[in-house]
C-alpha cells in the first residue's frame, strides 16, 4: 500500500492538471464551509442555491454560439433550460438534455421576409475552444431536505455534465458510489439533469459509469492516446502522490476539450430513451482509430483494418458509435454492412441499432436472401445487416 493519499489531495491535483496550459478551463473554488452553504456569493452567478447550473455563463456561451438567433428566443432557451428538474422524472430529463445539447434545439424564425427555422446550439462540437469549459469545486446545493457539496463538477457552457466525487487513498470506491453518489441522486436530483458522466476516484482506483448505471458497470479508463499503452495495476495501487494517481489517465484521456466534446457527441447511448450507455475507454480509442481509417480509406487501399472485441465487451454498441459519429461528423453517403453468422447475433445487433435510435422499425434493411442483398447494395441504403450465407450467390461490394 502507498503513501496516504488524501481526498483534498487529489481534487487539488485535478484542479491544477486543468489549469495547465494543455487544458486551460476556468477554475471556480466554492468556500466548504457549511456556515457559507447559504451564501449565493460564491462565485457561480446562480440566483439560488438550489440552482445547478451556472446561468451568466451559460448565457454568454449559448449568445456566442448563435449570432444569428434573435435575442428574444435565446433567452426563452436559457430559461427554459436554467428551470428546477426535481419534480420531473431524471432519466426523462436527462434523455431530452442530451438530444438538445447533440443536436441543438430547433426554433422558428423569420428572415428576409420568410418565415423559417433554425437550430439553437448548446455546445460547437467542431471547434471545442469556442466553449467555455468550468471546473467548480465544493459547491453547496440546496436540496429537499439536505445540502449537498460534490466535490467537483465539470460544466460546458454552463451545464454540470461531469460528475466528480472523491475518497481518501484508505476508503473503497465503492463507498463513493453507496453513500456520495446515491444519496445526491436522491436529494438533489436536479444536478444530474444535465450529467453524461460519473466519476468516482480514491486516487489509487478511478471509475466512470453513466447515470443510472449500478456500480458493477462502472469501469475504468487507463488508456489515453492508444490501445497499446501497457498500464501496471499493481503499482498504480501503491503510489503516493495525487498528481500520479490513477485520475490522471482520466484527465488527460477524457479530460482534454477535444476528447470530451468527442465522447459526448458521439459516445453516448440511450436505449429506448432510458437505459443510458457511455463508451469504456476500449471503445473510445478503438472507434476513433476506425474513423482515422476511414478518413484515409484511399491511402489504405479501402483495408479499414480490425477491431477485436472480446465476448461481452460491447461490439453492437461500438458499431451504433462508429456509424452514428460517422453520420454527424464526415461528409458522405455511406453504406454500413453489417455481417454476422448467427441468427441470435443478428437479431440482437438490429434491436440495438432500433433501441439506440439509429434506425427506425419499419426501415428495411434485412434482406431475405443474396438476391435482395445485392438489389439492397444498389439502392444507397443507409445500413444493412446480413448474414453471412446470404453471399452464395454473387455479390459485389464497391468500396
Same mark, same amino acid.
Request: aromatic share 10%; proline share 3%; net charge positive.
Given at each position: 500500500m502507498g503513501s496516504f493519499i488524501s481526498e483534498d489531495d487529489i481534487e487539488q491535483a485535478i484542479l491544477a492538471k486543468?489549469?495547465?496550459?494543455? /487544458?486551460?478551463?476556468?477554475?471556480?473554488?466554492?468556500?466548504p464551509d457549511p456556515a457559507k452553504r447559504e451564501d449565493l456569493n460564491d462565485g457561480t452567478g446562480r440566483t439560488s442555491k438550489s440552482q445547478c447550473v451556472l446561468p451568466e455563463v451559460m448565457r454568454t456561451a449559448i449568445f456566442r454560439l448563435n449570432p444569428n438567433i434573435d435575442a428574444d428566443i435565446l433567452n426563452k432557451i436559457i430559461r427554459e433550460l436554467c428551470q428546477d428538474y426535481s419534480a420531473k422524472d431524471i432519466v426523462t430529463a436527462n434523455y431530452e438534455l442530451y438530444r438538445k445539447i447533440r @443536436?441543438?434545439?430547433?426554433?422558428n424564425v423569420r428572415r428576409n421576409g420568410k418565415d423559417s427555422f433554425d437550430f439553437v446550439k448548446l455546445v460547437d462540437f467542431r471547434q471545442p475552444e469556442n466553449n467555455t469549459f468550468t471546473a467548480v469545486s465544493q459547491m453547496w446545493i440546496k436540496g429537499n431536505p439536505y445540502y449537498r457539496r460534490p466535490?467537483?463538477?465539470? /460544466?460546458?457552457?454552463?451545464?454540470?455534465?461531469?460528475?466528480?466525487?472523491?475518497?481518501?487513498?484508505?476508503?473503497?470506491?465503492?463507498?463513493?458510489?453507496?453513500?456520495?453518489?446515491? #444519496?445526491?441522486?436522491?436529494?438533489?436530483?436536479?444536478?444530474?439533469? /444535465?450529467?453524461?458522466?460519473?466519476?468516482?476516484?480514491?486516487?489509487l482506483e478511478t471509475r466512470l459509469g453513466a447515470l443510472g448505471a449500478t456500480y458493477e458497470y462502472f469501469f475504468e479508463w487507463l488508456k489515453v492516446e492508444s490501445e497499446k499503452e501497457k498500464v501496471d495495476r499493481k503499482a498504480l495501487r501503491k503510489v503516493s502522490q495525487a498528481s500520479d494517481s490513477s485520475v490522471k489517465y482520466f484527465i488527460e484521456g477524457l479530460l482534454d476539450k477535444s476528447n470530451l466534446i468527442d465522447y459526448?457527441? #458521439?459516445?453516448?447511448?440511450?436505449?429506448? %430513451?432510458?437505459?443510458?450507455?457511455?463508451?469504456?475507454?476500449?471503445?473510445?480509442?478503438?472507434? @476513433?482509430?476506425?474513423i482515422e481509417a476511414l478518413k484515409h480509406r484511399k491511402d489504405l487501399q479501402g483495408k479499414l483494418g480490425v477491431f477485436w472485441h472480446t465476448q461481452g465487451s460491447g461490439k453492437s /454498441?461500438?458499431?451504433?458509435?462508429f456509424v452514428r459519429k460517422v453520420r454527424k461528423t464526415m461528409d458522405g453517403n455511406f453504406t454500413f454492412l453489417v455481417i454476422t453468422d448467427r441468427e441470435d447475433l443478428d437479431k440482437q445487433i438490429v434491436k440495438n441499432f432500433i433501441r439506440t435510435e439509429v434506425i427506425g422499425?419499419?426501415? !428495411?434493411?434485412?434482406?431475405? @436472401? %443474396?438476391?435482395?442483398?445485392?438489389?439492397?447494395?444498389?439502392?444507397?441504403?443507409?445500413?444493412?445487416?446480413?448474414?453471412?450465407?446470404?453471399?452464395? !450467390?454473387?455479390v459485389k461490394i464497391f468500396l
Amino acid at each position: 500500500m502507498g503513501s496516504f493519499i488524501s481526498e483534498d489531495d487529489i481534487e487539488q491535483a485535478i484542479l491544477a492538471k486543468l489549469q495547465e496550459p494543455s /487544458f486551460k478551463y476556468d477554475i471556480l473554488k466554492c468556500d466548504p464551509d457549511p456556515a457559507k452553504r447559504e451564501d449565493l456569493n460564491d462565485g457561480t452567478g446562480r440566483t439560488s442555491k438550489s440552482q445547478c447550473v451556472l446561468p451568466e455563463v451559460m448565457r454568454t456561451a449559448i449568445f456566442r454560439l448563435n449570432p444569428n438567433i434573435d435575442a428574444d428566443i435565446l433567452n426563452k432557451i436559457i430559461r427554459e433550460l436554467c428551470q428546477d428538474y426535481s419534480a420531473k422524472d431524471i432519466v426523462t430529463a436527462n434523455y431530452e438534455l442530451y438530444r438538445k445539447i447533440r @443536436n441543438g434545439i430547433k426554433v422558428n424564425v423569420r428572415r428576409n421576409g420568410k418565415d423559417s427555422f433554425d437550430f439553437v446550439k448548446l455546445v460547437d462540437f467542431r471547434q471545442p475552444e469556442n466553449n467555455t469549459f468550468t471546473a467548480v469545486s465544493q459547491m453547496w446545493i440546496k436540496g429537499n431536505p439536505y445540502y449537498r457539496r460534490p466535490d467537483i463538477l465539470i /460544466f460546458i457552457n454552463g451545464m454540470p455534465m461531469v460528475f466528480i466525487e472523491l475518497k481518501n487513498s484508505t476508503v473503497k470506491v465503492r463507498e463513493a458510489y453507496d453513500v456520495n453518489l446515491t #444519496n445526491y441522486k436522491k436529494d438533489i436530483p436536479n444536478l444530474f439533469a /444535465f450529467n453524461q458522466i460519473c466519476v468516482l476516484s480514491n486516487g489509487l482506483e478511478t471509475r466512470l459509469g453513466a447515470l443510472g448505471a449500478t456500480y458493477e458497470y462502472f469501469f475504468e479508463w487507463l488508456k489515453v492516446e492508444s490501445e497499446k499503452e501497457k498500464v501496471d495495476r499493481k503499482a498504480l495501487r501503491k503510489v503516493s502522490q495525487a498528481s500520479d494517481s490513477s485520475v490522471k489517465y482520466f484527465i488527460e484521456g477524457l479530460l482534454d476539450k477535444s476528447n470530451l466534446i468527442d465522447y459526448i457527441e #458521439n459516445f453516448i447511448l440511450f436505449q429506448n %430513451g432510458a437505459n443510458k450507455i457511455i463508451a469504456k475507454n476500449h471503445q473510445f480509442l478503438g472507434v @476513433n482509430n476506425l474513423i482515422e481509417a476511414l478518413k484515409h480509406r484511399k491511402d489504405l487501399q479501402g483495408k479499414l483494418g480490425v477491431f477485436w472485441h472480446t465476448q461481452g465487451s460491447g461490439k453492437s /454498441f461500438s458499431m451504433v458509435m462508429f456509424v452514428r459519429k460517422v453520420r454527424k461528423t464526415m461528409d458522405g453517403n455511406f453504406t454500413f454492412l453489417v455481417i454476422t453468422d448467427r441468427e441470435d447475433l443478428d437479431k440482437q445487433i438490429v434491436k440495438n441499432f432500433i433501441r439506440t435510435e439509429v434506425i427506425g422499425k419499419n426501415d !428495411e434493411c434485412q434482406p431475405k @436472401n %443474396g438476391r435482395q442483398l445485392r438489389d439492397y447494395l444498389t439502392k444507397n441504403k443507409p445500413i444493412i445487416f446480413s448474414m453471412i450465407h446470404k453471399f452464395k !450467390e454473387s455479390v459485389k461490394i464497391f468500396l
